[in-house]
């Protein structure tokens, strides 16, 4: 088989390309590639792979820089002939919504994997496995799918000229955008377009998805992250929209927020994460709403469940949780909510459908830092940080560790040192993996590995913890109690 005349074949099998089309998509395809071997054998027959061996055809021909981030915009080009124009992926979608809602998203889903632009194969790398608590299984999941920065990428995007467009990465204008040495290659990306609460998103699915089905759902303004009122009914509106999708934002405030606070959106998917397999542990009904089910999550974070048929009302209670909650303070629990003029109280809000009624998670959250903890009071802790030093965001907070890639070798070093085996294993694991070891004295070759990764996720779960307001003692959730009152219950 020859290379582009099969990938020619495939691009025309997959989109509204006809038989007339040949000449031309060739052609296109030799402008980007270079006419050089574009004919050699392949035995390739998948769409990405041939775009694959395409990509290295034209690095040979010197097309295109030999960079991860120069080949990746070539990549994202020749995907993007297989992939409809945005607004006939817009008209696609909401046609098929019209009819059933599952297949409209299915089939955008399926298109955002098959035109690469989700990168299945890297997901594919992460570490994964469950460990067991008090609270239930926790999630924990090494990252391995964002490829490392080559150190020549690095130095060209130093040298590269500053740019401010797209203004960030969560941008619309980044649909179609070339992509550059220090922004992403989107010429393959799309995005659905539709309402929440009154207001115009966008509806994107993660290239470089932590679960199954993960979206994040775009401000169509570049506008600073913020939590109000209008995010819990934005949030309810999308569970609305996209049966078995939770939705969720992070914070609005450093610390306790997620990466990107300059542009405010949502992440979404169809994945059980484990808070929401958590029970109830207090049940309550807030004052002037009998109608909603309230109470306390058993979770290491603190957790104020709502459940009710009426969406309106489950926003009205959450603004009414969140405003007292930003001027709340308790001295006797550390829980601060200003120093001077600057808050630190804010929530994580999740929303989701279960058996027809709507649910809300507010996770109460504080930043404040202080002289033991600097890096905040409710941050994980110095001894915790050799796993997680990063914020605990919206995944994290429901129970679905994203740890670090470098943990995938260092782990290793870790599994040498407690067997007693020559080891490299860094100074900042050493109390750790000295507990591991007095805890298993019989640890073996066979055993280790999971011996480990069991005490990563024993230490998620203090990262958790740490990140906790209200802790799981009797004095924590007294004081928890003390906040439900002040909100005033029945
Ligand atoms: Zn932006």
Known sequence: ???????????????????????????????????????????????????????????????????????????????NFMTPIPSQVNKNFWETY???????????????????????????????????????????????SKPEKDPKAIAAAKLAKASSYPKCQLCMENEGYQGRINHPARANHRIIRMDLADEKWGFQYSPYAYFNEHCIVLNTQHVPMVISQDTFAQLLDIVDIFPGYFAGSNSDLPIVGGSILTHNHYQGGRHVFPMEMAEL?????????????????????????????????????????????????????????????TPHHTVTPIARKRNGLFELDIVLRDNHTSKEHPDGVYHPHADVQHIKKENIGLIEVMGLAILPPRLKDELVEVEKYVLNQYNEMADYHKDWADAIKADHPGANQETVSEIVKQAVG?????????????????????????????????
């Open 1 to 79: 088989m020859k290379l582009l005349d099969t990938f020619v074949a495939k691009v025309i099998e997959s989109s509204d390309y006809t038989k007339d089309d040949i000449f031309y998509l060739t052609n296109r395809i030799l402008a980007l590639v270079g006419e050089d071997n574009a004919q050699q054998e392949t035995a390739q027959t998948e769409l990405i792979a041939l775009k694959d061996e395409l990509v290295d055809l034209a690095v040979a021909n010197g097309k295109v820089g030999e960079l991860a981030e120069e080949k990746d915009c070539l990549g994202a080009e020749l995907m």
């Open 458 to 490: 024993q230490t998620f779960v203090r990262v958790l913890e740490d990140a906790g307001v209200y802790k799981g003692d009797e004095q924590g959730q007294a004081a928890f109690m003390r906040f439900v009152e002040s909100v005033g219950v029945e």
């Open 98 to 144: 019209a009819q059933s809602p599952q297949k409209a998203i299915s089939e955008f889903y399926d298109l955002s994997k098959r035109n690469d632009y989700i990168k299945v194969a890297a997901i594919a790398k992460n570490i994964a496995f469950t460990t067991p608590s008090d609270y239930g299984d926790m999630e924990i999941t090494i990252n391995l």
């Open 281 to 341: 542990t207090q049940q309550f009904t807030f004052k002037d709403f009998p109608d909603v089910t309230a109470g306390i999550v058993n979770w290491p974070m603190s957790v104020i469940r709502l459940r009710g048929e009426n969406k309106s009302r489950l926003v009205q209670l959450a603004e009414v949780i969140r405003l007292a909650w930003r001027d709340y303070s308790d001295v006797q629990v550390d829980v601060l909510a200003y120093t001077d003029d």
